[in-house]
């Protein structure tokens, strides 16, 4: 793991319906992410946050695409900081805001990175294009955007598409699917351990293979880690809670072995909403588990 962290707010609530998101990243800085990451022995550089306007500022145009003009700005503003900074030999850490900071965040890890795989830790697949998605929220799209499916003005945030090939992508803890989503899912070929999987398999089962999908040919492993992808009883603070989720100890778990395998460019870290929090305990468990990508263990 590289030594010098560099942490990069994205303030973004335009790609989903329940505002507070755009608080995640003062909520994750507040618990104490900085003093931990330092303690582990890491230089850490804070960038600050991204511009991000306001959805009272705009108006929606399109209800299948909300704000997405607003979005696509921001998103090719932090794919070129997260650029930057894999280019100046740092581990970027991008702390949302909705999903939908992931279009950007995976754009600039795969503008540095020849050949990148994802893991997608999340209770959603976010594979919803503009003609399968109920709600016309693009948090729910980013994957499907990365996998160049969907808008071209999505799919071609930092100049280029796809970022991403199907066979180096896992989603890992789905339990809640659109029905067009999932068949998307299956013609795209994204590999997908539901809950189902965790449940019967183990979580060390499971993240040994994720582990090996998305780090087969590759150069390296990006991991966009969705708050809810926790059971709510232990994640309460996201927009889209949704239960039977990953327990505290699961994720803790999946978060030592990525570290321990050492394949780690970068990370987002999504949809902790501190309005729909109990005391910041979901940002408390982001921290957590950042630090365990980090290398944080017991002894």
């Known amino acids: 793991m590289k030594k010098t962290v560099s942490i990069i707010g994205v303030p973004l609530d335009l790609g989903q319906g329940r505002r507070g998101v755009d608080m995640g990243?003062?909520?994750?800085?507040?618990a104490n992410l900085h003093q931990r990451m330092a303690r582990l022995g890491y230089e850490v550089v804070d960038l600050g946050n991204v511009n991000v306007p306001t959805p009272e500022s705009h108006r929606v145009t399109n209800t299948k695409l909300k704000y997405m003009?607003?979005?696509?700005?921001v998103s090719n503003e932090l794919a070129r900081w997260v650029?930057?900074?894999m280019q100046a030999d740092r581990f970027p850490i991008i702390l949302g805001g909705d999903h939908s900071i992931a279009i950007g965040s995976v754009a600039g890890v795969a503008k540095a990175v020849e050949k990148l795989g994802v893991i997608w830790f999340d209770a959603h697949g976010d594979m919803n294009t503009e003609e399968t998605t109920p709600s016309g929220n693009?948090?729910?799209?980013?994957l499907a955007v990365a996998?160049?499916?969907?808008h071209p003005e999505l799919t071609g945030v930092a100049g280029f598409s796809p970022k991403l090939e199907?066979?180096?992508?896992v989603i890992v803890g789905a339990r809640s699917l659109d029905p067009e989503e999932r068949l998307l899912i299956k013609q795209t070929g994204v590999s997908v351990f539901t809950m189902h999987e965790i449940d019967k398999m183990g979580m060390s089962a499971v993240m040994e293979q994720a582990i090996r999908i998305a780090s087969e040919g590759t150069d390296g492993v990006h991991l966009s880690l969705d708050l809810d992808a926790f059971d709510p009883r232990e994640a309460p603070g996201v927009g889209t809670p949704v239960l039977g989720g990953v327990t505290y100890r699961e994720g803790h778990l999946a978060m030592e072995m990525l570290a321990a395998a050492g394949v780690l460019t970068s990370v987002d870290v999504v949809e902790v909403n501190p309005i729909l929090d109990v005391e910041n305990r979901t940002a408390r468990v982001a921290v957590?588990?950042?630090c365990?990508?980090?290398?944080?263990?017991v002894l």
């Open 25 to 30: 990243a003062s909520a994750i800085r507040y």
């Open 69 to 73: 003009p607003e979005i696509v700005t």
């Open 83 to 85: 650029e930057s900074e």
């Open 138 to 142: 693009i948090h729910g799209m980013p």
């Open 147 to 150: 996998l160049g499916l969907g």
């Open 166 to 169: 199907a066979k180096n992508v």
């Open 288 to 290: 957590d588990m950042i």
């Open 292 to 297: 365990s990508l980090l290398g944080e263990t």
